[in-house]
C-alpha cells in the first residue's frame, strides 16, 4: 500500500514562507492514475483543502489561498512540494499530503493520507 | 463553493449501539462524496467512497447513504477501536470541501 509522509520546519516566522515535501512510497507518483493534494487543519478547526498537482504539472488552488500558494511535483525523487508564502499566525496548522484518484477524466475524492506535520507561524 | 454541514460535532456511544452522523451539502452533489475515519497521530482512513460504496478491507459495520445534498454515515454495533474523528469530502465541485467533523466517544 503507498504511504505519504510530510517532512519540513515545523516552526515558521511571520511573513516568510513555509515550505513542506511529502514523500511517496510504495508506489510511484508518476501514475497518471492519481493527483496529488496538500489539506490542512488548524488545532480546533476543519480541514481546507489547499490544492492538488498532477504529473504533468497541472496545478488547482483553493481560492481562498492562491496568491500565495506553489504546488510542484519532483517525479525523479517521487515527491511533491507545499510553499505558501507572506505567512501569518493563522497559518499555524498541521498540513496533511494526500493522493486523490482520476478515472476516466474524472477527479475522484482522495485515498490515501499522510499522517500530517505540524506547523506553528511565530516569531 | 460547496459548503458540508456535518453533524453531531460530538457523540457518546456504547459498544453494540447503532450510530449515525449526517452530512449536508449546500448545493446538489450527486454521490460525490466520501467518509474518512482518523485517530489521533494517524493517517485519515478512506471507508466510504462515492456516497455508498464501502472501500475494500473496512469492516462492514460501516455503512453510507444519501444523495444530492444529504447523506449520513452509519456504524452498526460499534466498538471500542471505532473511537475517532469521522468526516466527509465532496470532490463534486473545485475547491474540494470538508465537513465540520465529528469526535465520536465510545463509553
Known amino acids: 500500500q503507498v504511504q505519504l509522509q510530510e517532512s519540513g520546519p515545523g516552526l515558521v516566522k511571520p511573513s516568510q514562507t513555509l515550505s513542506l515535501t511529502c514523500t511517496v512510497s510504495?508506489?510511484?507518483?508518476?501514475?497518471?492514475?492519481?493527483?496529488w493534494s496538500w489539506i490542512r487543519q488548524p488545532a480546533g478547526k476543519g480541514l481546507e483543502w489547499i490544492g492538488r498537482?498532477?504529473?504533468?504539472?497541472?496545478?488547482n488552488y483553493n481560492p481562498s489561498l492562491k496568491s500565495r500558494v506553489t504546488i510542484s511535483v519532483d517525479t525523479s525523487k517521487n515527491q511533491f512540494s507545499l510553499k505558501l508564502s507572506s505567512v501569518t499566525a493563522a497559518d499555524t496548522a498541521v498540513y496533511h499530503c494526500a493522493r486523490g484518484l482520476i478515472r476516466g477524466g474524472h477527479f475522484y475524492g482522495l485515498d490515501v493520507w499522510g499522517r500530517g506535520t505540524t506547523v506553528t507561524v511565530s516569531s | 463553493e460547496t459548503t458540508l454541514t456535518q453533524s453531531p460535532a460530538f457523540m457518546s456511544a456504547t459498544p453494540g449501539d447503532k450510530v449515525s452522523i449526517s452530512c449536508k451539502a449546500s448545493?446538489?452533489?450527486?454521490?460525490?462524496l466520501n467518509w474518512y475515519q482518523q485517530k489521533p497521530g494517524e493517517a485519515a482512513i478512506f471507508i466510504i467512497q462515492e456516497a455508498t460504496t464501502l472501500v475494500p478491507g473496512i469492516s462492514p459495520r460501516f455503512s453510507g447513504s444519501g444523495y444530492g445534498t444529504d447523506f449520513t454515515l452509519t456504524i452498526n454495533n460499534i466498538e471500542s477501536e471505532d473511537a475517532a474523528y469521522y468526516f466527509c469530502?465532496?470532490?463534486?465541485?473545485?475547491?474540494?470541501?470538508f465537513g465540520g467533523g465529528t469526535k465520536v466517544e465510545i463509553k
Open positions: 448545493q446538489d452533489i450527486d454521490d460525490d
Open positions: 498537482i498532477l504529473t504533468s504539472g497541472n496545478t
Open positions: 510504495r508506489g510511484s507518483i508518476s501514475s497518471g492514475a492519481y493527483y
Open positions: 469530502l465532496q470532490h463534486d465541485s473545485f475547491p474540494l470541501t
